[in-house]
């Protein structure tokens, strides 16, 4: 029977950009503990987004329990829609209710230079969390969104005060105080051209290439695609109360002055 052109409704073929959840290790435990840290600062960043569960990167003889782990990134208030997995994976990883699905994985491209001096703050702790409105898994090594940079900026000209959130689908520009317990989040950069004295959070969707810039750094929190730092570890004198840019080095946030006078 020939098929008749309707006004109603398209079968088209197509690529839906979702993010990834790349499995590293079987332990389920293992994962919610990193879950659960992950989010603790920030549980509503990737709260609604769907994800697909990937378990390319597990070795030949390990297996992850798909269903349980479906169950698990939903109490975190992701959704699971499929699964990725390698050929040899494909009995044991998909599951009734988790169709297979093809990825073609795009990597955001980092040229990481030498941050030596006081701005490289090695060895400083700093943790990761997520970041659905945040982590992937912020989750490494997972598909960038669309480029932050075809979105336009959001200029916020008022000063932020504690409980405020300002949430931003591309860059963020602050020009004024963000005060104890406000809270910015950018899913490209974030410049503030005032004391940064909240929590500031770029890159949420997994950007890695994110910066955050500040005239003024006395945060509460800083974080870039999911890897964080809180006030509880002093920054060095260097960059503490100072002008300052932020970015990801191999998964370390690097404090660097920016040497504005």
């Not at 700093?126 to 659905?132: E, K, N």
């Not at 770029?202 to 929190?221: Q, W, Y």
Request: overall charge negative.
């Amino acid at each position: 029977m020939p098929q008749k052109k309707t006004p109603y409704f398209e079968l088209r073929s197509g690529a839906v950009d979702t993010l990834h959840f790349v499995v590293k290790t079987p332990e389920l435990d293992t994962l919610r503990t990193e879950l659960a840290q992950r989010f603790e600062a920030t549980p509503e960043f990737f709260a609604g987004d769907t994800v697909a569960i990937d378990v390319r990167r597990l070795a030949g003889n390990e297996r992850v329990a798909v269903p349980a782990l479906a169950e698990m990134l939903t109490e975190f208030r992701m959704k699971p829609i499929g699964v990725v997995a390698n050929t040899e994976q494909a009995d044991w990883a998909v599951v009734e209710g988790l169709p297979r699905l093809d990825s073609h994985e795009r990597r955001i491209s980092r040229t990481p230079r030498d941050a030596g001096g006081a701005g490289d703050d090695e060895g400083a702790p700093a943790g990761q969390s997520a970041g659905a409105t945040a982590a992937a898994a912020a989750v490494a090594g997972g598909p960038a969104p669309a480029e932050a940079s075809a979105i336009a900026s959001t200029i916020i000209d008022k000063p932020l005060r504690s409980g405020q959130q300002v949430y931003a689908k591309g860059d963020l520009i602050i020009l004024d105080l963000v005060s104890y317990g406000a809270e910015v989040i950018a899913e490209g950069n974030i410049h503030i051209y005032a004391p940064l004295r909240g929590r500031a959070l770029a890159g949420v969707k997994g950007k890695l290439d994110a910066r955050i810039f500040c005239t003024c750094l006395e945060p509460e929190l800083i974080s870039i695609a999911g890897i964080y730092r809180t006030g509880e570890h002093a920054l060095p004198p260097e960059v503490q109360g100072r002008s300052v840019q932020v970015r990801l080095v191999d998964d370390k946030l690097i404090f660097e002055p920016l040497g504005l006078k």
